[in-house]
């Protein structure tokens, strides 16, 4: 994609970005519609068996640090995300599970870290338009930036690591690893959230947010979590009527 192709691109997802609204998942309900979505999208791909549930989830969407995102579209949910935010091993990320070794030296040092997983789509949406993967991530871009994160992490199916290095500049941190819950290999991309911010916004500027648009999504986690720095680094979390 040459310069005036991304630019054209750009403007797409800007204009459907009117339509667009980001929804951290709070409820039981918006919680149970993002499980059977990861479900569809998974079995679809083939990267799961199935569940008699219908839905997919796993202890790490009850930690204290967790972002769960619904992207609607029109109020119709069409994709999803999970974002664990952590600057403390005691903070678990998703990584830890497959690339603690190479995650958790940088977290005892106390850089912030986010780490992307449950990357869905539904099929209406994912099919014939290359649009929906960069609305998804772009709830990444929000929160490295309401986070002031040093890195971001991702663990992705091979195939789909041309994506990561083309919308963040993403670099590979492991060779692919045998990952939890999935029946392929995941390869493991990182990057500086500070060095490579100027050139996301300069390529992808539907990657900028508003403090407004941030704060609205992160200022509590899915679990509940409300003073988000304790949240983060693992420590326990403190009735509001003693804080």
């Known amino acids: 994609m040459d310069v005036q192709q991304a630019s054209t691109f750009a403007d797409r997802v800007t204009r459907l970005l009117e339509r667009v609204e980001y929804r951290r998942a709070d409820s039981p309900e918006d919680k149970a519609a993002i499980y059977r979505l990861r479900h569809d999208a998974y079995m679809r791909a083939g990267t799961v068996e199935p ?11 009850e930690s204290p640090n967790v972002w769960i995102i619904g992207i609607y579209i029109d109020g119709d949910l069409a994709s999803s995300i999970r974002l664990h935010v952590s600057a403390s091993p005691s903070a678990s990320l998703p990584a830890m599970g ?41 709830a990444t871009a929000l929160a ?10 991702v663990a992705c199916l091979v195939e789909h690591q041309a994506f990561f290095r083309r919308m963040f500049g993403c670099v590979p941190w492991s060779q692919p690893r045998k990952y939890p819950n999935f029946n392929r ?31 609205r999504l992160f200022w509590r986690s899915s679990t509940g979590a409300e003073n988000v720095a304790r949240a983060i680094s693992g420590e326990a979390e403190e009735q509001l009527s003693g804080a």
């Open 51 to 61: 569940r008699p549930s219908g839905m997919f989830h796993d202890p790490l969407d």
């Open 185 to 215: 290999p995941m390869a493991f991309l990182g990057y500086d959230c500070r060095e490579r911010r100027p050139a996301t916004y300069a390529r992808y500027p539907f990657s900028r947010s508003t403090e407004n648009e941030r704060a």
């Open 144 to 153: 490295q930036d309401f986070f002031d994160a040093d890195y971001s992490v």
């Open 98 to 138: 497959a690339f603690g070794d190479i995650v958790e030296p940088h977290l005892r040092a106390g850089r912030v870290i986010i780490d992307s997983t449950r990357h869905v789509t539904k099929t209406e949406y994912a099919l014939g338009s290359p649009i929906m993967p960069y609305l998804t991530v772009r």
